[in-house]
Every structure is written in C-alpha cells, then in structure tokens.
C-alpha cells in the first residue's frame, strides 16, 4: 500500500493506493489561502500541516486494515510558495504563494542579468518563484530575512513534520529559480544573484529517491509499519506527469486545478526563457519537459461560483451545459492573478466584453470556460513554437471532473483529451507512484 499527498492550493488531496496501483480510498480537505494586499497571497504552514494530519487521522479511522500495510508515503505540492523558518524549525511568517505578485520589482532586476543564467534555471525570472520572493523579503522585512534558518517548499515542510528532514526534489527546486537544471544541482550564480546561502536551502534528491522515514509516533498514531518511507516526491507539475504516465519525448498533458498547465515531456534540458517556457527537471533521472504555465485554472469559474451567490460550481456547469448553443457570444479574460506565459504580467485582469440585456448567467459561465481554454492554447502555442502539435494529451487536475469543460477544451485547442480513473487527484496519485518506486526500484515503465 502507498499513500499519495498533494497539498494543493485550495485543498490537500490524498489517495491511498495498493500494489496494483488502484485507488482503494481518496479523501480531500479545503485550504483558505489569503490576498491581505493587492497582489499578495499568502497560507499559514501550519494549517497545511493541520490539514494533512487531520485527513491521515481520518484514513486510519476509515480504513486500519488498509493502513497497516502501507510501506511509503509519497508528497507532492503547489510549487514556487515560500516557507520561511526559524532556528527552531518554526514558520516565520505566512508562506507567500505561487500565485504571489509582490516581488515584480526582485524579479525584473533579476532578468537584467542575462539569457545565460536564465537558460541555466530554466525560465525567465517571475514574480512567483521563491528566489525573488526572498530577495523581496531582505529588502522588506529584514526582520525575518535575518531570522531565517531554511527555506522549503510546501510538500517539504510537510515532510519535516512527517520526518524531521530538510530534503527537497529536483522538480520542486526546479520552481524556485534557484536551480542549475541541466546540473540537477543549486546554481551558485542564481543563489548569489538573490543574496541567499546554500545552508539555508534542503538536501536535493531526485523524486523517486526514499528521502526520509515517517517519525515513530506519527506511525502509532495512524496504525502503519515503524518503517515507512517518505518518498522525495515531486512538484505537483511533475507529479501529475509521473500520475498520467507522461514520461518520454512528446507525452504531453493539461493540468487544470487553482492554476493550470500545459506540459510536454523531453528526454532533453531544452530552455527558451524569451517566450517564457518552462524548462524543468522531471521526476525520473535523465528527464525534463517544457511547460507553459498559467497562473489562472479553475479558480476564475470558482470566483465566479461566489460572485453568483447562489450556486455552486457543479450547477454553474450542468447550466453552460443544458444552455449551449455553439461557441459564446462573449469574450473573458480570466486572468485573477495576473498571468504568467505568455505574457509575464501580474497586473493582468478579468475583462469580460459583449454582455448585453439577454445575457444569462450559463451565457457567463460558458464565457469563463473559454477564456480560460483561450489561455491554454495561447500557452500550447507558444510551447510548440512551429512544431507538430501533438495529437492527444492527458487531462488531469480537479477540472478533469467536468466532461463538458474538457471537450471545449480539446475543441479549442484541436488536440484530443484523454481522462482516467484518477485525473482528478493527478498529484497525489503521482506522489503514490512515486513512494512505490522509492521502495521498490523497479523501472518506471513497469509503474
């Protein structure tokens, strides 16, 4: 048995998996992120820590006989959020999140320093990575800066409370801009340009690696073996490649959750930083992709699931569905949070244009969803640059639940989109996958 934990943006998701890699049990629970200023966006660690406790204190009190055999845990996370700790391994301050626009000022500084370094970290700097965000915080909040012991990401604070150890993966560093990722290594250039030492940052390992063993106590709490692994794990980019299978050269997917991706894998480190592409390590040795992201997924239709009021985003869609006609009328936006590829502006909007005094409320639900599929093939467009575009990619994230969304999708982008069993839990079905090769060894091709 394996247990798969994503902790996500707006929930923490977990799937509890046997040795045939079926979903014996799934579990999600909601996060509150905040926005306390224009711009910010920040979530306190230890609710994410609360969160993930409470959710294996509920699959232990649901399924024991299920628990007691499990041999790994894997994690994967919302990547680029900032945890900043102290002396005693204890959140300074809120962490500031991937969606985060505060340190535009930290990252334009920082592309002035030439294509070179960012070919070497795989990506234009951007508000959003953790390397800004700590040189915005020396500037800002020196207080804290000074006070700093480590710096994690979000799955890896998990993993310190799972286990005690500071470890981190190559996909999950990938995201920091603090990276050399054809080296697999931290870039001394970038950690310099962002005025951060190299003790401050977590062992790497590569994803499948056994980076750490749950704490004695945590396994008599939750009935499972003394011996646990806690699997390096991934970013959940990675991780919901590494769920869907999409792992060689031109195995692609979509990812639609808070934030959304277009990905393609590659046997290769290829980085185009000018039109903004994402070149990262994957989570197996040898491998990287090519990503456009988009900072803006769901969260538009949940947004608009609360501006309405009265319905909740199952309804919003059954109605865009029972009142289509053909392509919409309207033109939207979604960009909540600014937008990343292709444009690199965090100060980007919601814009919705063509409303008249007919206009219905499925008519503005239909106008979202294509907004944000609009953003994705502005993204897939940019990611192929000329080449063959491919024929069929994985749909995976909380929005895979919505067959009428993913066929307006893979219309608008004229690729086929393929669902599976666990699209809607990529993430944390990828983190199980991984936990079972970091105790296994096997090849992935035979996960």
Not at 4 to 33: C, M, N, R, W, Y
Not at 67 to 88: K, P, T, Y
Not at 121 to 137: I, Q, R, S
Not at 330 to 354: D, I, K, M, Q, S
């Amino acid at each position: 048995m394996y247990i798969g934990i994503d902790v996500g943006t707006s929930a923490v998701k977990f799937v509890l998996v046997d040795a045939g890699q079926d979903v014996l049990a799934s579990l999600e629970l909601p996060l509150h992120p905040v926005q306390p200023r224009p711009l910010w966006s920040e979530d306190d660690p230890e609710k994410w820590w609360l969160s993930v406790a409470s959710g294996l204190d509920e699959l232990a009190r649901r399924h024991p006989r299920f628990m007691s055999g499990v041999q790994g845990i894997g994690l994967s996370g919302q990547m680029h959020s900032a945890v900043f700790l102290d002396e005693a391994d204890e959140p300074i301050r809120p962490a500031i999140l991937w969606n985060d626009g505060r340190s535009t000022r930290e990252a334009s500084e920082l592309a002035q320093l030439g294509l070179a370094l960012q070919r070497e970290t795989g990506v234009l700097p951007m508000p959003g990575f953790t390397g800004p965000k700590y040189l915005w915080l020396r500037r800002n909040e020196p207080e804290a800066a000074r006070r700093t012991r480590a710096l994690l990401l979000a799955k890896d604070f998990i993993r310190l409370k799972l286990s005690g150890e500071k470890v981190t993966d190559v996909t999950d560093a990938a995201g920091t801009w603090l990276l050399d990722q054809e080296q697999r290594q931290w870039s001394d250039r970038a950690l310099a340009a962002c005025g951060i030492d190299r003790s401050l940052l977590p062992r790497l390992m590569e994803s499948r690696d056994a980076g750490a063993t749950l704490k004695q106590d945590l396994a008599r709490r939750w009935g499972v073996p003394s011996n646990v692994v806690v699997a390096a794990g991934a970013g959940d980019v990675a991780a919901g490649g590494i769920g869907a299978g999409t792992v060689n050269p031109g195995d692609g997917f979509v990812s639609l959750g808070t934030s959304a991706q277009v990905f393609l894998a590659d046997t290769k480190h290829r980085p185009d930083p000018a039109r903004l592409v994402h070149a990262f390590c994957h989570a197996l040795p040898d491998r990287w992709y090519r990503m456009a992201a988009l900072l803006n997924g769901a969260s538009p239709l949940a947004a608009f699931a609360r501006w309405s009021g009265d319905a909740d985003i199952a309804t919003l869609l059954e109605e865009a569905e029972a009142c289509f006609k053909g392509p919409s009328h309207l033109l939207a936006t979604p960009y909540l949070y600014g937008e990343r590829t292709p444009h690199n502006n965090p100060l980007a909007r919601v814009a919705l244009v063509g409303m008249t005094s007919s206009t219905t409320r499925a008519d503005l639900v239909q106008a979202v969803l294509e907004g944000v599929a609009f953003s994705l093939c502005d993204g897939l467009d940019v990611l192929i640059a000329g080449a063959a575009q491919p024929e069929a990619m994985a749909l995976i994230g909380g929005g895979a639940k919505s067959a009428f969304w993913a066929k307006l999708i893979a219309s608008i982008l004229d690729v086929s989109l393929v669902r599976y069993d666990a699209s809607d839990r990529g993430p944390a079905y990828g983190a199980a996958r991984l936990a079972r090769l970091a105790i296994t060894g096997e090849e992935a091709e035979a996960v």
